[in-house]
C-alpha cells in the first residue's frame, strides 16, 4: 500500500528540520512525497529549499508586511483546506511550534487526515514564554496521531499530558541530520566572502582553527524573539557592548540581525559604530553552519541553536528565562542566562577566561541526536500506515 504524506511548513527553522524528512520521504517506494509551504516567512525559507534542493508542490506564499498572528492563522486556514481536499494525503507532517504547525494540524484534524508532529513534546509549561510557540505546540499535540519526540524528556511531557506511549516515538531531532549534511557541503564564495567582511580568517578545519592563535575569538549572537522585544533586548544589546570594550581585539561579535524593526532600532542604536562588533543582514543556512564552526562561543534566544552549535561543541548561553530544551542544560551543553546585563557579561568572561569551564561545556554530550531521526520518522509512518 503506498502512503500520501504532506509536509507542510512555512519558515526557515522548520524547513531545516523537515529537509531530512522530506529527502527520505522522497528515497520511500512506499511513500508518495508531497510538500507544500505557507511562506509564513518568504525570504528565508527560499534560500533553505534552494539548499536542500527541494521543490514545493504548493506554495501558498501567504507572507505579508506587518501580517499579524490572527490574520496569518486565518490565511493558513483558509488557503491550505482546499489544498487538503485536492491532495486527500493519509498523512500530514508538521514540525515544532510556528503558527503554521497549529493551523495545519487543527485543518487536517477537521478533514480527518493523520497528524504527524516532528519535534513534538516541548514544553515551557508558561503560556507566554515563548509567545505564541507554547500554546501553538500544545495545540498542535491535541490532534496529533504519531508523536515524533527528539528526546525521552519530550516524551515524558507528553505522557504527563495522558497521551498513549504507543502515539509516542523518540527519535531524536531531524536538525541534527540537518546539520551533518550542511557541514559536508561545499563552501560557497557566499560564505567565504561573509567571513572577509568580518575580518575573520576562514580555516578550512578544526586543527587549523585551533592552530590560528592569533585570530580574534568569534562570539556568535542571535536575539530577535518576541518576549525579548522591548528592555530585555536593550539588556542584551548592553551585554554586547560590555564584552566588547572589555575584549577589544581578543574577540569579533558576529550579529545577524532579524529584519523586525522591534529588533533593528535597539541593536543598530546601540552596537552600530563598535569596531570589534558585526552586524549583519539575515544569514542563509550555510554560512550560518560556518559561523558557527569557528565560533568559540555562542550567544542566542533562539531554540535551534541550542540544539545545533553543542553538535559542533560550542557552548551556548540562551539569553531567555526559561527553555523548552532543558536537556541541553542538563547534558552541561547549553546554560540559562536570562536578559540581565551583568549575568550574561559574568557568564561570557567565565567562558572566555576559564579553559576548564569552557572545556566542560564544550565536551559535553549532545543530547539531540545521532543524525538518523528522518529515518526513524519515515520508519514510524510506514509502521502505523492509513
Known sequence: MTLRVLSVFGTRPEAVKMAPVVQALAHTPQVVSLVCVTAQHRQMLDQVLGLFDIHPDVDLNLMQTDQNLASLTAAIFTHLDPVLASMKPDWILVQGDTTTVMASSLAAYYRHIHVGHVEAGLRTNDKWQPFPEEINRRLASVVTDLHFAPTDWARQNLIRENIPSQQIVVTGNPVIDALQAVVRMPVTPDVLDIFKRIDIPYQSSESSDKASGSSPRLILVTAHRRENFGQPLEHICSALKKLADIYRDGIRIVYPVHLNPNVQEPVHRIL?????????????????????KHASLVLTDSGGLQEEAPALGKPVLVMRAVTERPEGVQAGTVQLVGTETDVIVKQACRLLDDPHAYAAMAQAINPYGDGKAAMRIVNAILDAGA
Open 272 to 292: 552600530g559604530n563598535i569596531p570589534n562588533i558585526s552586524l549583519l543582514e539575515p544569514l542563509d543556512y550555510l554560512p550560518m553552519v560556518h559561523l558557527m
